[in-house]
């Protein structure tokens, strides 16, 4: 079995994304994520350095890899090119395929995230559409929000947008032929093949725990990782 660093040495994105980290501080001290969560970039690129297989592995089964928002700012600063955001992107990558994603209540938001980005866009070809946002999870918007909702078609046409019909603006229904080549790019890039993969390890998780989980988005086991993420049984 291979080692865990030599998977990570293999991606592209930690061979660019780490030279020699100095221990400036630099990346943290302008990171938006270092200022809300317990999440040091400059503290990943040091860890990752030293080349240690516990070390990484805890990477990978934790939550930290998980918190950067990839702004990049961290790779227009660094005095020594390196650039953290691109090296959490390796970390998500190899946690993933190694399966350790499910050690993480951040990790296991990936279904969730599968759910509502990644399926509206291969089915509306949006990465958010009004049509799949559940008003229960927005209670801060009102009756109003529920109102909109039922009258969609009415209200959205009033601005001059195709609402789900053929022509321009916002909303509009996009090309059967854009559809199916924005599916096939999916299909090339290994990307179905991981929505697969989110779907099978949230089944086995959602057993495990007895949880209720289907094919609709709204299932029992999403609502759990969704609203309530740290209250899950470990993988």
């Not at 928002?69 to 998500?92: D, H, V």
């Not at 199916?180 to 991981?194: A, D, P, S």
């Amino acid at each position: 079995m291979k080692k865990l660093f030599d998977c990570l040495k293999e991606d592209d994105r930690f061979q660019h994304g780490l030279n020699s980290c100095i221990n400036c501080g630099t990346c943290t001290a302008v990171c938006p994520a270092a200022s809300f969560f317990d999440y040091d970039p400059r503290e990943i690129a040091d860890q990752l350095q030293v080349e240690d297989e516990k070390t990484l592995e805890e990477l990978l089964k934790g939550d930290k890899i998980w918190y950067c928002g990839q702004c990049m700012s961290c790779k227009t600063r660094c005095p020594r090119n390196n650039t953290p955001g691109l090296l959490i992107l390796a970390l998500r990558n190899l946690s993933i395929d190694t399966g350790f994603y499910m050690s993480s209540p951040r990790g296991r938001q990936m279904y969730a995230l599968k759910k509502i980005i990644g399926d509206t866009i291969l089915s509306k070809g949006y990465c958010v559409h009004v049509d799949g946002a559940d008003t229960s999870l927005f209670p801060e918007m009102g009756p109003i929000w529920d109102w909109i909702r039922k009258n969609s078609e009415e209200v959205y046409n009033r601005f001059g947008n195709s609402y789900n019909r053929n022509g321009s603006g916002t909303l509009r229904k996009i090309s059967e032929k854009t559809m199916h080549e924005l599916n096939e790019i999916f299909n090339i890039t290994g990307t179905t093949q991981r929505f697969n993969q989110f779907e099978k390890d949230a089944a086995a998780n959602a057993e495990k725990t007895h949880v209720e989980i289907d094919q609709s988005i709204w299932n029992d086991y999403f609502r759990k990782v969704y609203e309530n993420p740290d209250n899950n049984d470990e993988y």
